[in-house]
């Protein structure tokens, strides 16, 4: 006859009246607490968060230009005239910011894209052929400015694509139009010093005229201001690279 075993437990956590007397003389360890749930949060309702300037800020134009009908901001004419004023600021900024790259044009492109610029615009043409590193460390530097300011339209062209026949000898050469016409020009790649540098590729272009736009609204677009800011960078790239060398050296 098989031997049947039955073991018995009691609900977790419940205690007898012997175990109680037994741990009160030190015969029984401490009786482990209940396993008690944490408390339910329920997860946060995006619709229920109050609506205010920050949370307008959070949007892009088009999450503001939905808003417009969202029936939450009906009932709230401060949040209404905010996002109106919010969406005003973002289109703003849009324009101002309108470039930001060199932009490679052809022949035909000439007129329309640099002539027939608007009159708030500066253009920076630079002549170039492939294959002639003279052109190629310019137009690294002029990459660089263009991110650094996007109110100035830069742009190249292949040289004899703008002017049938230019000399090669001639090459880099760039040319600063504003409202239409030329208003410098700057032949071969020692017009910018030996090491043709963004910082002085700058302070170039900026020897007479406004030339380089930020595109922020805020800051100061004067050519005072530019230079300043493009002396301050070239004197601390010159005092890194003074240091990098003198850590190079200490280490021999």
């Known amino acids: 006859m098989a031997d049947y075993h039955f073991v018995y437990k009691d609900l977790e956590g419940a205690s007898t009246q012997w175990d109680d007397i037994q741990r009160k003389l030190g015969n029984l360890p401490p009786k482990a607490p209940a396993f008690k749930p944490p408390p339910f949060t329920p997860s946060l309702d995006q619709d229920s968060i109050p609506k205010d300037k920050s949370w307008v800020d959070q949007k892009t134009e088009e999450q ?6 969202d029936p939450d901001l009906d009932d709230d004419r401060f949040l209404e005239e905010y996002r109106r004023k919010r969406l005003a600021e973002i289109r703003v900024e849009a324009k101002k910011i309108r470039f930001g790259s060199v932009i490679p044009i052809s022949g035909s492109d ?6 027939q610029a608007p009159p708030d615009v500066w253009v920076v043409v630079i002549l170039y052929k492939e294959g002639f590193p003279e052109c ?22 292949i040289s004899t694509d703008c002017i049938p026949n230019y000399p090669d000898r001639n090459l ?15 032949v071969g790649l020692n ?14 272009l900026c020897q007479s005229d406004p030339v380089l736009n930020d595109g ?32 190079g050296s200490s280490s021999d």
Request: net charge negative; charged share 35%.
């Open 191 to 204: 017009t910018f010093g030996r090491r043709c540098t963004p910082e002085g590729v700058a302070l170039v």
């Open 216 to 247: 922020q609204s805020g800051n100061d677009p004067s050519r005072k201001a530019v230079m300043e800011g493009e002396r301050r960078r070239l004197i601390e790239k010159v005092v890194a690279e003074h240091e990098d060398d003198d850590d």
């Open 136 to 157: 190629g460390m310019l137009l690294q530097s002029l990459e660089e400015l263009a991110r650094r300011y996007p109110g100035t339209k830069f742009v190249k062209i």
């Open 172 to 186: 880099p050469t760039l040319l600063v139009y504003n409202n239409g016409a030329v208003k410098a020009n700057f």
């Open 110 to 115: 000439f007129v329309r894209e640099v002539s």
């Open 64 to 69: 503001l230009e939905d808003l417009e009908d």
